[in-house]
């Protein structure tokens, strides 16, 4: 039976890209491709509608975390097998796809990552900032060592699973903000996932949306706290909801 594949686009603000992400997406990767709109106050719903894409709109702004989490939830309720969430910025090269769909498909990993930092020379020249490469490799390098795998980079715009994944961690319970990327891949170590990259070209540029100094701080704060929450509940000190079972 063949796999049904959703490409998932959790938007904000994206008009002056997402006409471009999607018609780099490979025609034949995919079933459907959803855009959730998070309260967008540029053009970007309009834009939307005149693509070959499926919209859902958030009534008011629910955060980055909380735009993944009608992006899955939606993903699910609509038969999805696999499937790849694209950040509409166009950082992220999406003639990637297929090569991460067939990952999934042989088994190799439940959860696959798109990985900008294949050299230090490559990502600054793709127009990668010096200091949000290098708050990105030590961030990193904290993550790998205190879950025990060894990822490229944990902070990814770009992100492949299997349905398995999303219906077995408790995501509705994670961030509405920005540490949800974390605390979901946390999550996916926790109960025994397997998760992997795929290198990825980067693409910085004035139109791509990027965290702001002070956001990226919290986020780094977040990450490292759900690290605590996780050996907390792990060695019986303090259950979370977090590494709990989902109640679906």
């Known amino acids: 039976m063949k796999d049904r594949v959703l490409i998932v686009m959790p938007a904000y603000n994206a008009a002056n890209t997402l006409e471009r992400i999607v018609a780099d997406i490979p025609p034949d990767c995919f079933d459907e491709i959803l855009v959730v709109d998070d309260g967008?106050?540029?053009?970007?719903v309009e834009i939307a509608r005149r693509l070959p894409v499926s919209l859902v709109l958030h009534a008011e702004n629910k955060g980055y975390g909380g735009n993944q989490k009608t992006c899955y939830r939606e993903a699910l309720e609509r038969g999805a097998d696999l499937v790849v969430m694209l950040h509409p910025d166009?950082?992220?090269d999406a003639r990637v796809i297929p090569a991460a769909l067939d990952i999934l498909r042989l088994g190799v990993c439940d959860v696959l990552l798109g990985n900008r930092i294949r050299t230090r020379k490559e990502a600054l020249a793709g127009g990668m900032p010096w200091f949000k490469y290098l708050a990105n490799r030590g961030l990193t390098l904290i993550e790998n060592l205190l879950a025990g795998q060894n990822l490229g980079e944990w902070h990814s715009g770009f992100r492949a699973y299997r349905r398995s994944v999303l219906e077995t961690l408790p995501l509705e319970v994670n961030d509405d903000g920005f540490a949800f990327d974390s605390q979901l891949l946390v999550?996916?170590?926790h109960f025994g996932f397997k998760v992997?990259?795929?290198p990825i070209p980067v693409r910085y540029f004035d139109e791509a949306s990027s965290i702001q100094f002070w956001t990226a701080?919290?986020?780094a704060v977040r990450t490292l706290w759900t690290f605590v929450v996780w050996f907390a509940h792990r060695s019986g000190l303090?259950?979370?909801?977090l590494f709990s079972s989902s109640p679906s």
């Open 40 to 44: 967008s106050t540029d053009a970007t």
């Open 90 to 92: 166009y950082q992220y």
């Open 187 to 189: 999550q996916s170590v």
């Open 196 to 198: 992997g990259d795929v």
């Open 217 to 219: 701080s919290r986020y």
């Open 238 to 241: 303090r259950k979370s909801p």
